[in-house]
């Protein structure tokens, strides 16, 4: 008797540890050490950003905005705000700056104009909204949110975007408003080298980068959001949409995984839909959000040929911004308000 | 001695037997079991599709159209042709037919026009193109497809789509093609029901519909390939754009796992990612692509309140079509040329 017993006892043990070893278990392990309760991640675009090509002063400048954004959207979290006002409102902040390809800083298309793209999505309720090819609306984040909150769509364009727009009293602005000397230089130069070819240089770093802000957060009622806003490439014709306003590639949420926000050469983003995927294969593969992140960025986009990276955030609150680019201007925020801001490779 | 190895023999068994037992395993059996050598799945759209509402003649001219796409389809793949010259003919057909909300047929927004979107997208090299809201293209998926092939981008929008196509040769016509009297009055109807409510009214079953054409195919070389069009909701505003041109909603297709074309509500299906989530459970889970779509079609997507149905084919030429929704128009064709269409729910 006391030998079955034992052998009971040993097959219990077996089956358990092979239970135990299962990828499964692993990474919920992993991901139940609970990083923050809340916190928050924004990126300004990523892309060819060495030291070497910028100065002292254009450095100090994208840390002061970074650091900005991040604050705002601490301070939200902090006082028990929602995700979705923390990432709308530190998106404005970015939107605002001449410095991102986004609102005032927005890339001219090829036609001469600003054509903006957002998104934005909640985890809790899977709600999205979006706005492709708008020219005359400051914040195009609000828009995306209206989109979700006010009408039965997900994504709206170009003219019938901005009348839904206007309709919800958001601020209409002339279309000179995005006009920066800089990114009309950027324009020309573009032509020049090539007449059909879409392209972002930044004129600051004098290389090239994709644009597009974004910020993912978690609130203290472990909501997720994730939103992104863009002006798309420079010199992009035909009214091209990138992968900003498209749930699953350039943003996505969802609360039983994480938050994602894109920047990168958009038409690989879409193909590769490397939002969802993130959230697919931690809810599908039980890896952590890290491993996925660097799963989707460094293998499977770089293998298609896809530059660029992503921000993204837990429902235990990690932060990760990965990207496979030599720069992405981000920054992180924690519970206790440590923001680490980053521009090159670490 | 003798205990221990029997101990150690049971511990090989329990471990064997906790390998085997894991999903994984299961479904690449199920998977290996290949059904057709090429093959082809199409849709004409998924609703309150009920028998007492259709005439037998009405029935008659769903069917005949249907079996004709798929016969087409079927002697391209017989003759070697690609999935996608299969997907793309297959697709002109219901476009070209007044029957289906795609091209000829597309309903009417509530500006009065019929605007258009279509994607397709290749499994070899995961290339995808896409138009949304396009005016006087005759055939809307050939446009996705030189968007796929002669540009640089994924999804081209309106006017500058339309430009494209022009430049790309594409038959041009008068906006006038797409009137028909049917989906005029149903415009009519929903205006006069809900000025604001985007939906589409079946002028020919009298009842809520989600239209929409689609065809997924597998060739003899082992490609898949899938593609989307359709004319949107009747009364939709503000240039809505809904799930069929976009990547990982309406349309996937990957030589990994299968190729998808959606038909629905689809502002749920961009939320929940449709396509791109069926294929991700393959990948991940191991699923079979039958258990992926009744999960993400019966179980996700009706949780969250989103109607519709999905077609698609994988690797191994297993041909599904799955919908939550009373009727779904669908053909599969296997390697033999056995056509089955279906309206109703078996």
Chains 1, 2 share one sequence.
């Not at 079955?4 to 139940?32: G, Q, W």
């Not at 986004?102 to 001469?112: E, L, S």
């Not at 983003?269 to 697919?280: H, L, P, T």
């Amino acid at each position: 008797m006391k030998k079955f017993a034992f052998i009971f006892l040993l097959s219990i043990f077996l089956l358990n540890s092979c239970t135990d070893s299962s990828p499964e278990k692993k990474a919920t392990t992993v991901n139940e050490m609970s990083k923050n309760n809340f916190g928050l991640v924004i990126h300004g675009g990523a892309g060819t950003i060495l030291k070497e090509n910028m100065t002292p002063e254009m450095e100090a400048q994208y840390e002061a905005t970074l650091k900005k954004a991040a604050q705002k959207g601490y301070e939200i979290l902090q006082n028990g705000g929602t995700s979705l006002d923390a990432v709308e409102q530190t998106i404005h902040i970015l939107e605002n700056s001449p410095l991102f390809n986004a609102g005032k800083g927005a890339v001219f298309a090829n036609n001469g104009k600003n054509e903006l793209d957002a998104s934005i999505m909640e985890g809790k309720t899977l709600n999205a909204g979006a706005v492709a090819g708008v020219t005359n609306l400051k914040n195009p984040i609000s828009a995306a949110r209206k989109v979700m909150e006010n009408s039965d769509h997900v994504l709206l364009a170009r003219q019938g975007a901005e009348e839904f727009a206007a309709l919800q009293g958001l601020e209409i602005v002339d279309t000179s408003y995005f006009y920066t000397e800089a990114r009309f230089k950027s324009l020309q130069k573009a032509k020049m080298g090539n007449q059909d070819k879409a392209a972002y240089i930044d004129p600051y770093i004098k290389e090239y980068k994709y644009g597009t802000v974004g910020c993912v957060a978690l609130d203290k009622d472990g909501n997720l959001a994730a939103g992104t806003s863009t002006g798309g490439m420079t010199n992009k014709k035909w009214n091209r949409i990138g992968d900003s306003p498209i749930i699953g590639a350039g943003t996505y949420a969802n609360n039983k995984t994480c938050a994602v926000s894109s920047t990168g050469h958009g038409e690989y983003f879409i193909r590769a839909a490397v939002a969802y995927d993130i959230s697919a294969m931690m809810e599908y593969k039980s890896m952590s959000l890290e491993e996925a992140a660097k799963e989707v960025i460094q293998n499977k986009l770089k293998k298609m040929g896809g530059d660029g990276g992503i921000i993204a955030i837990d429902t235990n609150g990690n932060l990760v911004a990965e990207f496979n680019t030599p720069g992405m201007y981000r920054a992180k925020v924690d519970e206790n308000g440590n923001i680490t801001v980053g521009i090159y490779k670490e």
